[in-house]
């Protein structure tokens, strides 16, 4: 017998048991949430491009959407992607500061090595910043997370709510005067993509998840002031 997928309604968030019914020969019929009387999900009937433009706005329907009534398993690789766009930054900034033309393979190797060494740090201070998250919400609502597939669900909303990274390489690529300026709005962006998956994910007011995210920047500026002092980003 084939396990019950439970969707959940875009607008008030409540479980169903099915998106629409096939009354085949092409006849759909989207179904009807029974707590709100509205379309369990509209979105299944827009273009793609349209999804991703409400998710971009930080719509929670879009994003209940994505998270719960879509089977999207690609979460690790776009945060793994995410992280490469990071490094590279780093390892382009760093590049930029020690001015060193000389074509001595030992020089390659080491700035091949620098970028492996940036990807290790960022991916540490970002899993810094997911385990801040995770213990806040578990410290304020032990009962929200006591099962498995609530952390799961948690982590693939903030993985893929992270897709605002990608955006580090046209900022690098476009480079101009005001490119600092560009990193700030893109980290920003990023943090309220983040936000929006907790609130969605776990059905949250809109303040305490800032509180969860509040607390791991502080965790993860924490790794970096001691990666800073052992000496490890120079």
Request: glycine share 4%; charged share 20%.
């Amino acid at each position: 017998m084939a396990e019950r997928v439970a969707y959940r309604c875009v607008e008030c968030s409540r479980e169903a048991a099915e998106l629409y019914r096939d009354y085949r020969h092409g006849v759909l019929r989207i179904a009807v949430c029974k707590s709100c009387q509205k379309p369990v999900d509209k979105y299944i009937e827009y273009d793609p491009v349209i999804i991703l433009i409400n998710a971009i706005l930080c719509k929670a329907q879009a994003y209940r959407h994505i998270l719960f009534n879509t089977k999207i398993n690609f979460h690790g690789k776009l945060y793994i992607f995410c992280l490469l766009c990071e490094a590279y930054l780093r390892w382009l900034q760093l590049q930029d500061s020690s001015q060193s033309t000389d074509p001595d393979d030992l020089i390659r190797y080491a700035k091949e090595w620098d970028f492996y060494r940036m990807f290790g740090i960022a991916s540490l201070e970002q899993t810094s910043f997911l385990v801040g998250i995770f213990i806040a919400l578990w410290w304020r609502r032990p009962k929200m997370l006591k099962m498995k597939s609530d952390f799961i669900l948690l982590l693939k909303a903030l993985l893929l709510s992270s897709y605002g990274k990608l955006l580090l390489i046209p900022a690098v690529i476009w480079e101009h005067d005001y490119t600092p300026l560009c990193l700030v709005f893109i980290k920003v962006f990023v943090l309220i993509s983040n936000s929006q998956a907790i609130r969605v994910t776990l059905n949250l007011n809109r303040v305490f998840p800032w509180l969860a995210i509040f607390f791991g920047l502080i965790l993860e500026n924490g790794v970096v002031c001691l990666v800073q002092k052992i000496g490890w980003d120079v």
